[in-house]
C-alpha cells in the first residue's frame, strides 16, 4: 500500500450553496522519490524504495497514479476523487486500488472518506483484501493534525478483518527545490515491526 500524503476523495452529496470546488482549472504534476525504508500505514513494505507518480486535477476533480519499488516487483495504485473546500473545512471522497505486478501482495480496493477543519483532518476507508483464501473487508480511520513548522502527527487504526494501530510524526522541509523528510513511526504488537526513523527525498513538478 502507497503512502498518500493527502487524499481529498471523489463524489459525495454535500448541502450548502457556498460548498464550491476546490481547484478552477486544469493542472498536471509529476513526482519522484526515493524512502529509506517503505512504511504504509505502519505497515512495513520494503528498504530503499524509490517511487514515482502522476497527477492530474480539476475543479475539485482529481485522478493519479503511483508506484514504488516493494523488491518483488512493484506496486502500482491508482486513485480518482472529487473534494470541495468551504473557507477552513474540506469534504472529499474518492476511490483507491493498490496492485502488484509480482508475488508481493495482493490487490486492496477501498473507498476514501476525508474531512478536515483547519489543522485537522480524518479519514475513513473501507475496503476489500483479495486473500488467496478468503477475501476480507477492512477499514481503517486515521486521525492527522499539522503542527505547524513543518511537523505534522498521524494516529491510524485498523478494524473489521484486520487489526493493528500506529502513530506517526513527520518533519518536511524544502532545499533546493527538493522535499526532505524525516518519520518517526510507532506500530503497536497487531502491526508488530518495531519502530523506526525513515527518511525521505522528493521533487515534484
Known sequence: MKTMAKL????????GAA??????????????????EYYYRGYFQKSS????GIDFEEGGFYAGAWTADVGDGLEVDGYLGYG???????????????????DFDNTYEEINFNVG???????????????????????????????GSGFSATYGSFGQDFAGAYFQGDY??????????????????????????????????
Open 117 to 147: 477543519y483547519g489543522p485537522i483532518s480524518v479519514e475513513y476507508s473501507t475496503g476489500t483484501y483479495d486473500d488467496p483464501a478468503a477475501e476480507q473487508d477492512y477499514s481503517f480511520l486515521g486521525l492527522s493534525a499539522d503542527l
Open 84 to 102: 470541495v473546500e468551504m473557507g477552513d473545512l474540506s469534504i472529499g471522497v474518492g476511490f483507491t486500488g493498490y496492485y502488484y505486478t509480482g
Open 8 to 15: 481529498l476523495s471523489a463524489a459525495t452529496v454535500l448541502t
Open 172 to 205: 518536511g522541509f524544502s532545499v533546493a527545490e527538493l522535499d526532505l523528510g524525516v518519520s518517526l513511526v510507532f506500530p503497536d504488537d497487531d502491526i508488530g515491526g518495531g519502530e523506526a526513523i525513515v527518511f525521505s527525498v522528493g521533487k515534484s513538478f
Open 19 to 36: 460548498m464550491m470546488p476546490a481547484a478552477a482549472q486544469a493542472d498536471v504534476s509529476y513526482n519522484v522519490g526515493f524512502a529509506s
Open 49 to 52: 524504495s524509490a517511487s514515482a
